[in-house]
């Protein structure tokens, strides 16, 4: 690591790890950023505790989430360029700092405004986590060994997600929703003094800041600006979007277009900028464009099954949020002895050969999913969760290791903010779009299944005979049959529309999959600019 020698266009003097080994600097910088993607998932299960605790309807509390989201699809985008005018660990630690305090802040409201604006504070600091996190592995590992080194940052943006509903499962139901965001304070705490020790701010990036500040700082207003509109309004759009009726809302109409205005401004105003706060100049490079788009559908299928899977074991099966979230660990599981596998493959495998299989697992076990029921067990539903998560850091890992091959060097931090709004924006219209389906195709089911419960069909008729004899000792005998048939219709048409769901994520995958061909071949830690053109 030492070398002064580049190659694969991979310069050693911009690494972050100083005299230390950069693999304890991989578990020191993973540290905020695992903090950071369980909190997300962790405050989804505690809505309803925030909701109870501070007495206001759901719907009210559910800005604590849309707060969060939007304030972290702002910074995301402009992260790359905050990281190259404060420098990158010093913004880092900013990060670190800011999620910590906010942090604390949340778990100290004692109303729901106080929350929802320490959340924009924590969104704030949680947006530059990664995006940082994997500047800093792209520069201090070369391109042969990005593989494993990414292999790290697929553990937090995997596990984290799968973790999060086990752990606030049971934090919520053996203490207090406070804790949900103090638990994080003490790690943040941890984080701060560990990133000030052991990571390196390299001379080549002070080199780089000091020519920026000696030429004078051009903020471009406009473009932060137009990311603001528009990020911002997409973010609210898909996430309020089934609660306000989507279109039919003037809400939503309004939302919807100042972001598609704002974001169609801001690709032409950033392609013709100089000095851009976004550069999307990156978007020539086939590999990386391809890249973008794998890794915005596989945020999709992995935050849109995360939610959707617990959802239906709470829903149609009766599981607590903590028994829920058991059956996502095993997945989880998985992925951690999987996690080795693909970042050694990574290296030495044309990545075409590690996606393309990767993605038809996926659709596979989208495909095993449409086949359960209302009656299944927990084995079989973490069985379909297992078949999932193993294939999913043979996605992650090599499209993060890919991605910085060819692009140059000074880019990292640019091409890591672009990485994570495609991830976290493929996860926000995936989560969007399975409950907007979900949401149907529940009133669509029950209305089909309904249809069919009339006194001209004898399994009707025998059913309620048969049922008025068993609840004959219960009140009114056809009152109580009616009612537990009901049930029954709603618990169906439930699950009929989780399956509908993911057979529709399931088509997604398999459409996107042959698009991996598209890609030059080759090792995705592999030669220079032939993978990135």
């Not at 495609?422 to 195709?441: E, K, P, V, W």
Request: glycine residues 10%.
């Amino acid at each position: 690591m030492a070398t002064a020698v580049a190659q694969d266009g991979w310069d050693p003097s911009r690494s972050g790890a100083g005299s230390y080994s950069p693999w304890l600097i991989v578990g020191i910088i993973s540290i905020p950023t695992f903090m950071e993607v369980l909190d997300t998932s962790i405050a989804n299960v505690a809505l309803d505790h925030i909701a109870g605790g501070l007495s206001v309807s759901n719907d009210q509390a559910t800005w604590v989430l849309t707060s969060y989201l939007v304030a972290n699809a702002i910074v995301i985008p402009i992260s790359g360029w905050l990281s190259d005018v404060i420098g990158r660990k010093r913004y880092f630690l900013l990060s670190i700092a800011l999620f910590t305090l906010a942090s604390l802040l949340c778990g100290l409201a004692p109303n729901l405004t106080t929350l929802v604006i320490a959340r924009v504070l924590q969104g704030i600091g949680g947006g530059g986590l990664a995006p940082v996190e994997q500047s800093i592995l792209a520069d201090t590992f070369p391109p042969k060994q990005r593989g494993m080194a990414f292999a790290a940052f697929a553990i937090v943006v995997v596990v984290g997600p799968v973790l999060g509903p086990t752990l606030g499962g049971y934090i919520t139901e053996n203490s207090s929703w406070h804790w949900v965001f103090l638990i994080n304070v003490p790690i943040g705490i941890a984080s701060v003094f560990l990133v000030n020790i052991f990571v390196d701010e390299p001379d080549a990036i002070k080199e780089d800041r000091a020519k920026l500040l000696k030429r004078g700082i051009r903020v471009d207003y406009v473009g932060i600006i137009l990311i603001v509109l528009g990020l911002g309004f997409f973010e609210l759009t898909l996430d309020r979007g089934l609660r306000e009726d989507w279109f039919a809302s003037s809400v939503i109409i309004t939302t919807a277009s100042i972001a598609f205005v704002s974001l169609v401004s801001l690709v032409f105003w950033e392609f013709n900028h100089d000095e851009p706060v976004i550069d999307l100049k990156l978007l020539k490079s086939r590999n990386f464009s391809l890249t973008l788009l794998i890794m915005g559908i596989t945020g999709m299928i992995l935050f849109g099954t995360t939610q959707l899977i617990p959802q239906m074991l709470q829903q149609v099966l009766g599981y607590t949020s903590f028994q829920a979230g058991l059956a996502l660990t095993f997945g989880g599981i998985a992925t951690l002895v999987a996690v080795p596998f693909a970042g050694r493959l990574s290296g030495v495998v044309d990545v075409r050969l590690m996606l393309f299989p990767a993605l038809l697992v996926q659709a596979f076990a989208l495909w095993n999913m449409t086949h359960l029921n209302a009656d299944i067990t927990f084995h079989d539903a973490a069985i379909a969760r297992l078949f999932q998560a193993m294939a999913l850091p043979f996605l992650f890992v090599p499209i993060n290791a890919v991605a910085y091959v060819g692009l140059p060097q000074n880019k990292t931090a640019q091409a890591s903010s672009l990485l994570n709004i495609a991830r976290n924006l493929g996860g926000s219209i995936g989560i969007s779009t399975a409950q907007t389906l979900l949401a149907s195709g529940q009133q669509r089911h029950q209305s089909e299944l309904v249809q069919k419960l009339n006194p001209l069909d004898p399994n009707y008729t025998d059913w309620l005979s048969k049922a008025q004899g068993a609840f004959g000792g219960q009140g009114d005998p056809g009152t109580t049959s009616l009612a537990v048939l009901y049930q029954t219709v709603q618990r169906q048409a439930s699950m009929l529309a989780f399956l509908d769901v993911f057979r529709s994520l399931m088509i997604v995958v398999l459409v996107v999959a042959p698009l991996v061909f598209l890609m030059r071949s080759g090792k995705s830690g592999g030669g220079g600019g032939g993978m990135a053109h």
